[in-house]
């Protein structure tokens, strides 16, 4: 567009415009906006009755614009949008009313200019506005040959002296007309660039073929067909093309180099040194109350694990890799760790062991774990661990060591000792302000982690706008397994346009699980909050990373696991004269009245920006505004020419990730270095265990595997929004061949304003590969689309893990451009099949609430009735939507129902109790069961993270909270426990429950039920007794159990049931009366509600 217009707004988003024309309140109030869907093109949106109705207007071959209205009316072609408008100001033009009244975009108020960050200015011309070309092209010849006469040419040779003058006086001023007219190419300067370097062009021909040679030879696996002709062989290519050649080439020379010495060094008679040395921990062994000393030496390079009585007593009791089979953490006791393994004769061994501290034991599960994928039978890895950091180096280069921010040492959440060589799959490492070359920087982290690590790591991708960088580096190990790298950034500075803030993205295929990395650098400024707010939004609508298929998803559903990362400068909202007591509450660690008021964490309660993102409990000082070279002293005031600015200590350095629904992913470390003093900000750490989905190789024979699709049913879509429109459904996969629509819904309007688009047919998706074990790591995105503008009006991700057992109905929330847009309600059912999942990894590691162990601990029993799911699987919490840091209900997008009881369930009658009705609170991703727990007992406390050892006051207003719902809560504006709103055809959403525990108070629960198959294992329970009456450090009395009687139980667990007892009831919702016991005969109990 030529000019500017008050009616255009630009890339606006459809929510935002439909707010505005709400205000205007008008009929005829139209703008246009870019659109969402289809690039060139442009919406109108038109209020009339209090609706907004929009058009798409689209651009033909010849550039010519058209709007898509109403049938039976001529098509009109326009040249530009602004004859386009005043067209459609006349009436029966198509539209459902002609434009009246245009809509003002909003006024945006940039962020103050930085001078000291933005690139150094050009020198002034001095140009007359009203002179000629010609004398433009004058004085910029006459300016610089002013300049060469006052510069020193006696070191250069004569001929060159003369050509660069003949270029000022002659051919500038055709490079500029050319400049001038829109071309980029400047003859001039090339002719000129050609001439001064003849002889090295010659010489570069000369050497390349030399050091291509050599380069070979260094690295075997150089494609056949890149040899001398596609480097060298163009003798026409410009000079600076071919030096950047050679200065690759160069570097790649050194790199190989680098990497063939440190594989030597780390080489002895053919094997590989330990990366991993041996560690041995002094732990307790408690038998019968009395307390022993033990030592645990870790031996993962060879997988052995050493039980010894003195630390340098004899080792010839240890137990290999494959004989352990499986930590269980107390949850009671923080250094009480039990293992479990498998002696002679099929035989388990249950062994209790208390840690010096937390930390060691959490040393200790790391070597463990580590040792176990270290020598795991499987082809591809199922879990990996990532780093990902970030650091305002602060425009200072780095100190000589920065050891301690690659392995997690320093304030917080950190890793021990024992675990500094344990290296991680991936490091991620974000970076603002920094003055670094991009080369330089990579070489500086690389030769840290090979300190460290002894390995060389390989650079996946790296990626810089202006000072904002990120840089992906992977385990030599993992470099077939990556493809698919993508790197993209977006510009968030003034108008928009400048790059001192903004974004920096890379996104990659792992196998076939897909990450995203997001570091941003956002508007400061404590005052400015709602601007980073706007930040953040452009960053997630415009950043071009992820699977080019999934364009109507933003970042936030295009990958498996999400991490954002950066200086995001959200401050804590206080007022410039607590500055002391807040310096005051950072010294004494009390950090939880300041993050009640950190603007990241308030805007995030209100939805505004990282909606359904997690985030680790802060347990480490504000990271920001330290003096320099000292972490003593925060200087949180700055003289300036307007006066005094304040920049209160605040944690503006922060990562945050999203996984897709039932995956695992576990934080296990999230803190700040103390002794990284170069900048005003300290370096950030966190550390996660991911889980990863592999290439899949199905155990079945193709012919006898289950046939069928994956069956979508009654899908109710409310929308928050004033569009009137019909929509339709889109579901993508990479498990579908191509995406699948659905056909219009039936829309009725709701009191409230929203939409309810009703459905009713069944859709069902046809799998790539049908094999249910293939499909439980799958998920489905689902899009709610219009049918006039193509447009997403809400999306939303559903896990196939969550149908793995019966029919299931979900709850997802609908978000668009971060914000909530609605929710989306159905059921999901899935081919059965009577095939065990494949265990995984990360299920080596349980943690149980209940130090009950029963009268097996220490003794051997049969390993055919021995199930390792009698842990307390809570190794992601994050499964059931609960929240680490506040204890408060968090919506996560998306809840499952209980499987209905009149629907078969997959595995009835059979031995195995893993195969019981399937409750995605109650069970880990790969669908383990997890130990009941008593209503007593805090949820909160249920989930202390016991690294927080040290932090325990601070702690104990979070345990104060109890969950009052394990799943998402439902939205007042969405009420989907009904009948569908009175539609008899849709069956009833439960209301949302506690799903993950079956509770009891002091007092033992009713006889267990009759199963359709025999227990396979009954373990002796001690009595129980008052839980507040039972000292955590006294040991658990003996006792014996008598064959034929019921045994008391202190919590219910129904895994040793195929079915679910039918004599429970749901709860009673809050200030409702119970209902009658014959009612809703269907429905089964799984507890009450936490009051």
């Known amino acids: 567009m030529q000019s500017y217009q008050p009616w255009c707004h630009g890339t606006i988003s459809r929510s935002k415009a439909e707010d505005l024309l709400s205000k205007a309140a008008r009929d005829g109030s139209f703008l246009i906006r870019a659109s969402e869907s289809i690039q060139g093109a442009y919406a109108l949106c038109v209020l009339y009755q209090n609706c907004v109705y929009t058009y798409r207007i689209l651009p033909n071959v010849d550039k010519k614009l058209s709007v898509q209205a109403s049938e039976g009316v001529p098509i009109r072609f326009f040249s530009v949008l602004t004859e386009l408008v005043e067209a459609y100001y006349s009436p029966n033009m198509g539209l459902v009313t002609h434009l009246q009244y245009p809509v003002h975009r909003e006024e945006e108020v940039d962020e103050e200019q930085e001078s000291q960050i933005l690139p150094p200015q050009l020198p002034p011309r001095n140009f007359a506005g009203n002179d000629l070309r010609e004398s433009d092209s004058m004085s910029l010849s006459e300016t610089y040959l002013m300049r060469l006469q006052h510069m020193d040419l006696s070191t250069i040779p004569e001929e060159h002296q003369l050509a660069i003058q003949e270029y000022f006086r002659t051919s500038v001023s055709l490079d500029a007309e050319q400049v001038h007219n ?3 190419n ?24 030399v050091l291509e040679i050599f380069h070979r030879m260094l690295d075997q696996q150089l494609s056949p067909g890149i040899g001398l002709k596609q480097i060298s062989g163009d003798l026409g290519q410009s000079v600076p093309f071919r030096l950047e050649q050679l200065t690759k080439l160069l570097y790649s020379i050194e790199d190989k180099a680098k990497s063939s010495m440190f594989e030597s060094v780390g080489c002895e008679g053919g094997h590989r040194k330990s990366l991993i040395p041996l560690v041995t921990f002094e732990v307790k062994q408690e038998s019968l109350g009395i307390s022993m000393k033990m030592f645990l030496k870790v031996d993962v390079e060879n997988g052995k694990l050493y039980l010894k009585k003195s630390k340098d007593g004899p080792e010839d009791k240890f137990f290999m890799h494959n004989k352990i089979l499986q930590l269980v953490k107390s949850q009671k006791m923080h250094a009480k760790l039990v293992i479990v393994a498998e002696k002679e004769k099929e035989k388990i061994l249950r062994r209790e062991f208390v840690f ?62 024992t675990a500094d060589h344990i290296p991680h799959d991936f490091y991620v490492i974000g970076t603002q302000e920094d003055p670094l070359g991009e080369r330089e920087w990579a070489d500086t982290v690389k030769s840290v982690l090979r300190k460290i690590t002894n390995i060389t790591f390989k650079q996946v991708a790296t990626h810089t706008l202006w000072n904002i960088r990120i840089v992906v580096l992977a385990k030599p190990e993992h470099e077939n397994r990556i493809s698919h790298v993508f790197s993209d950034s977006v510009k968030t500075g003034i108008a928009n346009t400048l790059g001192n803030k903004g974004a920096v993205g890379v996104s990659f295929m792992f196998n076939r699980s897909s990450f995203g990395f997001v570091n941003s650098h956002l508007t400061s400024g404590s005052e400015k909050k709602l601007r980073r707010n706007q930040n953040y939004t452009n960053i997630l609508r415009f950043v071009n990373l992820g699977d080019k298929k999934l364009n109507p998803f933003d970042i936030t559903h295009r990958f498996t696991h999400l991490f954002w990362l950066g200086d995001l400068n959200y401050r804590v909202e206080f007022p410039s004269t607590e500055a002391e007591n807040i310096v005051t509450k950072i010294r004494q660690q009390q950090y939880q009245e300041l993050l009640s008021r950190d603007q990241l964490n308030t805007e995030r309660n209100d939805g505004k920006v990282f909606l359904h993102f997690d ?77 990863v989905a592999s290439q899949f190789v199905s155990k079945q024979d193709m012919n006898s595997a289950p046939q069928g699709g994956i ?44 939409i309810k688009v009703s459905f009713r047919n069944q859709v069902e998706l046809t799998p790539i590969i049908s094999d249910p074990e293939y499909l439980l790591d799958q998920h489905i995105l689902i899009c709610v689309k219009s049918t006039d503008c193509d447009e997403s009006y809400g999306e939303g991700c559903v896990a196939l893990r969550a149908a793995q057992f019966s029919y299931r109905e979900f709850q997802v929330t609908l978000t668009h451009h971060g914000e909530k847009t609605g929710i989306l309600t159905g059921g999901i059912q899935l081919p059965t099949s009577e095939c065990k999942p494949t265990e995984k990894l990360y299920d080596f590691i349980k943690i149980e609430s209940s130090d009950d162990t029963g009268s097996s601990k220490g003794k051997g029993v049969d390993a055919n009735k021995f199930s390792v799911t009698q842990s307390h699987d809570i190794s992601n919490p994050n499964y ?40 995605v609170g109650s069970r880990s991703p790969t669908g383990k069961h997890l130990n009941p727990m008593g209503e007593e007992e805090k949820v909160s406390g249920m989930f202390d993270n016991p690294l927080y050892g040290s932090m325990g006051k601070s702690r104990g207003k979070d345990q104060d909270h109890q969950q009052k719902d394990l799943l998402t809560p439902p939205d007042p504006n969405f009420t989907t426990s009904n009948a569908a709103d009175g539609d008899p055809d849709r069956p009833p959403l439960p209301t949302p429950r506690i799903r993950s525990f079956t509770c009891s108070e002091t007092k033992p629960q009713p006889s267990t039920p009759v199963s359709s198959h025999p227990s396979t294992f009954k373990k002796p329970v001690a009595p129980s007794r008052s839980e507040g009456g039972m000292a955590q450090s006294r040991p658990p009395l003996p006792s014996k159990s008598r064959p034929g009687l019921p045994e008391p139980q202190n919590a219910r667990d129904y895994r040793d049931s195929s079915e679910l007892p039918s004599k429970h009831r749901l709860p009673a919702k809050p200030g409702q009366p119970q209902p009658h016991k014959d009612l809703h005969p269907e429905v089964t109990k799984m507890g009450r509600s936490v009051k």
């Open 182 to 184: 829109g071309f980029p």
């Open 186 to 209: 400047l003859p001039g300067l090339n002719k000129l660039t050609m001439a001064i370097c003849k002889n090295l062009n010659s010489e570069i021909s000369r050497i390349l073929p």
């Open 356 to 417: 010096d501290d937390t930390k060691k034991r959490e040393g200790f599960c790391q070597l463990l774990q580590q040792m176990k994928n270290k020598h795991s039978e499987k082809p591809e890895p199922d879990m990996i661990t990532v780093f990902v950091g970030t650091w305002n180096m602060g425009n200072a280069g780095p100190p000589h060591n920065i050891d301690s921010w690659f392995q997690c040492k320093g304030q917080g959440k950190t890793r021990d000792d």
């Open 615 to 691: 985030e680790e409990e802060i347990t480490f000082p504000p990271t920001y505004r330290f003096e320099r070279d000292t972490r003593e002293k925060y200087a949180y005031t700055k003289a300036k020419a307007t006066g005094t600015k304040y920049n209160l200590p605040s944690w503006c350095d922060r990562v945050l990730w999203k996984s897709y629904p039932l995956v695992h992913v576990v934080c296990q470390a999230y803190g700040c270095t103390n002794d990284i003093m170069t900048s005003d900000h300290s370096p950030l750490f966190a550390s996660f265990e991911v889980g």
């Open 711 to 754: 069956q979508i049913r009654n899908c109710i879509a409310t929308l928050m929004t004033k569009s009137k429109t019909k929509f339709f459904i889109e579901y993508h996969s990479s498990c579908l061949e191509k995406k699948v629509k659905t056909i219009e819904g039936e829309n009725m309007e709701k009191s409230d304003g929203s």
């Open 880 to 919: 059931m939507g609960i929240s680490f840091r506040s204890g408060n209900v968090v919506d996560k997008g998306w809840s499952y129902s209980l499987p209905q009881k009149s629907l078969p369930i997959a595995g009835q009658g059979s031995k195995d109790t893993k195969k019981g009705g399937y409750d």
